[in-house]
Structures are given as C-alpha cells and as structure tokens.
C-alpha cells in the first residue's frame, strides 16, 4: 500500500515552472509542499511524466529544483499538478526540510503520515 512517506503542509507561494526542453516558462503556485513533492496550481496541463524546473523562494532563500509531473486533476475550472521532486542539492534539502519544520510547529500537517493515497482506495478496508 502507497504511502506518504513525508509530511504535507499547505502554502501559497507563487512558482515559474519551465519545461526541460521547451522554449518558454510559465507561473503557478504551489499549494501543497514536502520533502518528496509539492501540489501545484497552474494554468497550462504539465502532461504526467515531465520534467520540469520549478523556481521559488522559501522566505529568502531562492530554490530550483526538477520536478516530475506525477499526476493532474481538474477541480472547479482549476488544474492542478502533483509534483515529485528528482533533484535535491544537499543546500535546498536542507533549507527545505527547515522551511517545512518551522511551519509543521506552526500550524501541523495537512495529513498526518502514513496516509492512504487515493488511487489506492480499492485495498483501503483491507489495510486495517
């Protein structure tokens, strides 16, 4: 059974996404944030599978990282995407990983960990 294996916060920080290999770049904001990934708003489908540069800053720090379209869904006339990030320096996991614990013991998780992920509901009453 899948599992989160990181805490999740909620947050609203605005976000440029560019596609490795495309010739532009656009913004979103993510809405969800943790060590393994983030939930994304944007305007433009990020197909599941690719690549992409996200750009933001956490408080002062600036922070790029790639970033890999796991799935999207379409809520209310919004799209967004889920996020898993592929490259972490040791600089930005750190400042990450400090970002997300200030404000866990601030305002706590959106979920508590360990957490059934949806597309897994079918084996959910067996998981008990």
């Known amino acids: 059974m899948?599992?989160?294996r990181y805490p999740r916060i909620a947050v609203r920080i605005p976000v440029q996404l560019d596609p490795l290999g495309?010739?532009?770049?656009?913004?979103?904001?993510?809405?969800?944030?943790?060590?393994?990934?983030?939930l994304i708003e944007v305007r433009d489908l990020i197909p599941r599978g690719k690549v992409v540069w996200l750009?933001?800053?956490l408080g002062e720090f600036y922070m790029k990282t790639a970033a890999k379209a796991e799935y999207h869904n379409e809520k209310e006339g919004l799209t967004f995407v889920g996020a898993s990030f592929a490259e972490f320096t040791p600089?930005?996991?750190?400042?990450l990983k400090?970002?997300?614990?200030?404000?866990?013991?601030?305002?706590?998780?959106?979920?508590?960990?360990?957490?059934?992920?949806?597309?897994?509901?079918?084996n959910f009453a067996a998981s008990f």
């Open 91 to 95: 600089l930005n996991f750190k400042k």
């Open 98 to 122: 400090q970002f997300i614990n200030a404000h866990l013991s601030l305002h706590g998780s959106i979920f508590e960990n360990p957490v059934v992920l949806p597309n897994d509901v079918k």
């Open 55 to 57: 750009s933001f800053n």
């Open 2 to 4: 899948p599992i989160r």
């Open 22 to 38: 495309g010739n532009h770049t656009f913004s979103g904001e993510i809405k969800q944030l943790s060590l393994g990934g983030c």
